[in-house]
């Protein structure tokens, strides 16, 4: 009977008794369906699927009121009003991207034009209104389109420099929480954002109100936007700082944003333009600008 003798090298590290270790997910995330949240995913898809539904039923007629009016901004509008509600619901479709290792460059290239889609809509919708024009001309077309086309042209080259030049992860969830370069361009983009709507509610309450449209509803789209912005603001300065609250508040509001901003559009501007009858359009204007106050002066 043979024995089998065991011989160690004298030479050879000690047999460690400590577990194995496994890396733990340093990305910010848990592996769950969606990066900041299940219920965020759910509501974003369920906004979007809506209102595009509600887009669509009404898309006949629309279009058929557009035909007849022959307004090319309002068409060039609710066309971009189209283009972006697609993107978001792409966006708001695809969150688990920002996760899926490999999506990295299709993420960032959807959310940035998904954003540019959507910053575009805001600005010239601006430029539309501070101008008081809305006749059918081809020249206001073109102005309002060039400037919100060179707004959001540098904004997105901004954008391009932070993420593919500098690997900064604007558009991921989770990752980067305490970069510095990624809340710092945020921070700016709400603070102009914030200050924009911040001086067109100064000049509404100023003696130069008379300069601005002539509607009620304007203002509260105003107001409901400096909100948004100035609650992202304040959340991109928390996050900057390391704060968990402020990337939960920041992530809160861009949900609140993608789920609720094309419908209060829509809502807001679009949908008086769309009622059937021109003689109600007038008398929805005229009373809002009665309980506006627009016409006290006629009573002195």
Known sequence: MSTTSLQINPESPPLSLQPLLIPANTDGHDGSPGCHGVWFDVVLVVASVVFLGYLSIHAKKNLKKLYNRGSYILISYYALLWFATLLNLTWSSLQTWQCSPGKEVAWNLLSLFTTSGMLCL????????????????????????????IIVGVDMLLKVIYVFGFGVPLFVDGVGTTNKLKWSLWIIHKLLLTAVYGFILFVHFSKWRAKLPPRPGFYNYIVIMFVINAVALFACGLAGLGAGFGIWLYNLTVTCYHSLYLPLLYVTFLADFFQEDDFLLENAYYSEMKDAGFFDADWD
Not at 127 to 148: I, P, R
């Open 122 to 149: 805001e600005i010239s919708l601006l430029a539309f209104l501070l101008q008081e024009d809305y006749t059918s001309g081809l020249d206001a077309l073109a102005h309002n389109f060039m400037v919100s086309g």
